[in-house]
């Protein structure tokens, strides 16, 4: 599930993406773009999983992507800082700063609306499972200072970004933050093409890690019955991946909103969170 939920994101930038560009080349409205079958976002999401994801996602390592990934921090850097320097640029701050649930009972019960949200994201932090063991150095000193630093990173980031953001549009600010932002904003457009190829960047991560368990259970139902070979393993892998890439997208494609990924993924993950770690004591 959060693989399709990466797609979504992604499908959901090349659509945005298209449209922001056909504003800043024609000057056109949204509503005046033609239509044509290779423009469609679910073409241009298929052909991405064809010509980036795939051949990304079949090596049976990721030591790929840590130069792939390098993509992904530049982008939210890259965010957060044109956030924070078009709230300074803006010649009047107007916007409406009020809280939406400024006391009482709704306020605190709009807390566990973001429940899902901060699950989704837990979620996505089983890939340090995988990165884990890709590393030459598996000294536990040495893997708890990069996670206390990518989280303090993040923390940082995402913090300044939504702080920022609510600063510039207050409670016009939209879900996603580059959506409040004019389409033909080059220093926007820039920032969404770089938030999309980092979502492309992630998702081989979260393949590999669904793979490899799906696959340790092939092999060891196999090895009582032949010997393994390499070839059988490759042969394998390659499958899996081709599988897995195409029930996702086509889940994707058909999948019409996104916060309906999230709760979903929010739910499931509750699991991974507050059940499954309690049942390992045992």
Not at 97 to 111: K, N, R, V, Y
Not at 127 to 142: G, Q, V
Not at 186 to 191: H, K, P, Q, R, T
Not at 251 to 264: G, L, N, Q
């Amino acid at each position: 599930m959060i693989s399709v939920a990466f797609l979504v994101v992604v499908q959901d930038q090349l659509d945005k993406l298209c449209l922001s560009l056909y504003e800043t080349v024609t000057g056109n409205t949204e509503g005046e773009m033609p239509y044509h079958w290779y423009t469609d976002h679910r073409f241009a999401l298929f052909v991405m999983c064809l010509i980036i994801i795939l051949p990304l996602s079949i090596p049976k390592e990721i030591g790929i992507q840590k130069y792939t990934s390098v993509l992904g921090t530049l982008a939210a850097t890259y965010l957060s800082v044109a956030v924070i320097a078009k709230y300074y640029l803006k010649d009047e701050h107007t916007a409406d700063l009020t809280p939406e649930h400024s006391q009482g009972l709704d306020s605190w019960a709009s807390i566990f609306s973001v429940v899902p949200t901060i699950c989704f994201g837990f979620q996505c932090h089983e890939a340090c499972i995988a990165i884990y063991s890709s590393m030459e150095n598996k000294k536990i000193t040495h893997w708890v200072f990069i996670s206390v630093t990518s989280m303090i990173f993040c923390l940082l980031i995402y913090t300044l970004t939504g702080v920022f953001g609510f600063l510039t549009f207050g409670r016009e600010v939209a879900s996603d933050i580059l959506m409040s932002y004019p389409g033909n904003d080059v220093v926007m457009i820039i920032a969404r093409l770089l938030f999309g190829i980092s979502i492309i960047t992630i998702y081989p991560i979260i393949l590999l890690l669904g793979r490899s368990v799906i696959l340790t259970q092939i092999l060891r139902f196999w090895e009582q019955r032949a010997i393994i070979t390499s070839v059988f393993e490759s042969r394998c892998r390659l499958i899996l991946t081709i599988l897995w890439i195409t029930v996702t997208l086509l889940i994707a494609i058909y999948v019409p909103d996104m916060s309906e990924v999230i709760s979903v993924i929010g739910g499931i993950s509750a699991f991974f969170i507050f059940i499954f770690p309690g049942e390992t004591l045992n």
